[in-house]
């Protein structure tokens, strides 16, 4: 076991040492992985945010149930009795003609409508909270409620949240696609310096496949080369995911103080950050991997 984990404490401090040996040519591998890392890590920023907002904005979606104009009282309390007796319903509040009217009379500063118009034109309502806040289940609920007696209408209050999730899917999906492309052109990238390094050390590799030496002692250092620079490209994509959210909030600073508010961006997370690092590293250990696997194939062919 001692032996095992100091070959590869040897391996990995010549990676590092090598790594940090051409600080010029690790500074643009890493400055390029890093910007391919960014982008779909920005759209991955922007869909957690989005997300967020939806919620804050809309916790739970409602119905709101009107009733006809000329309903009867007991029609209206027959309605409310159904719909706290029914299992598909978690809350109700009952919103009656008058209030409606009073809070309409205060909220639009038109006066005292019903006077001129003589009588109340709004009806009794219902806000209406379902235990299940699917669309596909609030559209059953809807529909039911809807052929109800005295039931005029029945409106969902959140088909704006369902535009949102439907906004929400459409760039999770570009999200995977960004991510997939960009993921291939960091295994490429990796791929492409690890085979520099090899053609530079090609007569070290042969002569230590001479001495007999395993490929995967000749894979290894090469190896962890690639998982320190995926792991380095890691880091510069969060620094450039940083800067963005540290940008974009100083300039929303100013356009929440006119609305009253505060708005501001999530930037990644410590254990999207995790991730993130992970995702990196192991790309590049992925681009190294085969890229002398398929030298030391073409090698011992020879």
């Known amino acids: 076991m001692r032996a095992w984990l100091n070959q590869h404490t040897r391996a990995l401090a010549a990676s ?3 790594l940090f040996g051409a600080p010029v040519a690790t500074l643009f591998n890493v400055a390029v992985l890093g910007i391919a890392l960014a982008l779909p890590a920005i759209l991955y920023v ?5 997300q967020e907002a939806g919620r804050a904005a809309a916790p739970e979606p409602q119905l709101s149930l009107f009733m006809d104009v000329g309903a009867s009282r007991p ?3 027959e309605v409310e009795a159904r719909l706290r007796k029914h299992g598909a319903v978690a809350r109700v509040r009952y919103v009656p003609r008058e209030q ?3 809070d309409m009379n205060r909220l639009s500063g038109l006066g005292n409508i019903a006077d001129a118009l003589g009588q109340n034109p709004l009806p009794d309502a219902f806000v209406i909270d379902a235990r299940d806040a699917t669309p596909a289940a609030l559209a059953r609920l809807r529909e039911e409620l809807s052929r109800w007696p005295k039931v005029a209408f029945v409106q969902l209050d959140a088909q704006w949240a369902q535009r949102l999730a439907a906004v929400v899917r459409l760039a999770r999906v570009a999200l995977l696609v960004v991510g997939t492309l960009l993921a291939f052109a960091l295994v490429a990238v990796t791929f492409n310096t690890i085979r520099l390094q090899i053609l530079s050390q090609r007569e070290e590799i042969e002569v230590a496949s001479l001495i007999g030496a395993t490929p995967r002692y000749i894979r290894r250092p090469f190896v962890y080369y690639g998982a320190l620079l995926g792991l380095l490209g890691g880091l510069a994509a969060w620094g450039v995911v940083w800067g963005a959210t540290e ?5 929303l600073a100013d356009l929440a103080a006119l609305y009253g508010t505060s708005w501001s961006i999530r930037s990644l997370p410590l254990r999207d950050l995790a991730a993130l ?3 990196s590293a192991g790309l590049g250990w992925l681009g190294a991997w085969l890229c002398v696997s398929r030298h030391l194939a073409g090698a011992f062919r020879r």
Not at 46 to 50: Q, T
Not at 247 to 251: G, I, P, S, Y
């Open 75 to 77: 029609e209206v309390r």
């Open 46 to 50: 922007a869909l957690v945010n989005l």
């Open 16 to 18: 590092a040492a090598k």
């Open 100 to 102: 409606a009217l009073d």
């Open 247 to 251: 940008a974009l909030n100083w300039a």
């Open 277 to 279: 690092l992970c995702f």
